[in-house]
């Protein structure tokens, strides 16, 4: 089992960043891939960005590739997502999942674990 706690999330204004933090316990962190996913009001959660099975390459959805940012520290069993120039259309509500190595990044099913969610929402 994995326990995965969003945080970071909140009100900000259109351009500005945030930094999302996603703490993880439970079994070793390092034995996971880690993903970002959000979802906003009235829309299907959809992928935002993850990690190869490997760790070792990122990878972004269009709207957010150049503004996102995602990390993970092992040491803290700790992933972030570092966002920036943040639109309207980045409000949601958003989520840390974990996922076996060989699952593929972006499909939904191949998450097992997931936070509770942080809400980032972006005033114009």
């Known amino acids: 089992q994995v326990q995965l706690v969003e945080s970071g999330g909140r009100l900000v204004q259109a351009g500005g960043s945030l930094r999302l933090s996603c703490i993880a316990s439970?079994?070793?962190?390092?034995?996971?891939?880690m993903g970002w996913f959000r979802q906003a009001p009235g829309k299907e959660r959809e992928f935002v960005a993850a990690?190869?099975?490997?760790?070792?390459?990122?990878y972004y959805a269009d709207s957010v590739k150049g503004r996102f940012t995602i990390s993970r520290d092992n040491a803290r069993n700790t992933q972030y997502l570092q966002m920036n120039s943040l639109t309207p259309e980045d409000t949601a509500v958003y989520y840390c999942a974990a996922r076996d190595r060989a699952g593929s990044y972006y499909i939904i099913q191949s998450y097992t674990y997931w936070g509770q969610g942080t809400q980032v929402t972006v005033s114009s």
């Open positions: 990690f190869s099975g490997g760790g070792g390459s990122t």
């Open positions: 439970g079994r070793a962190f390092s034995n996971y891939a």
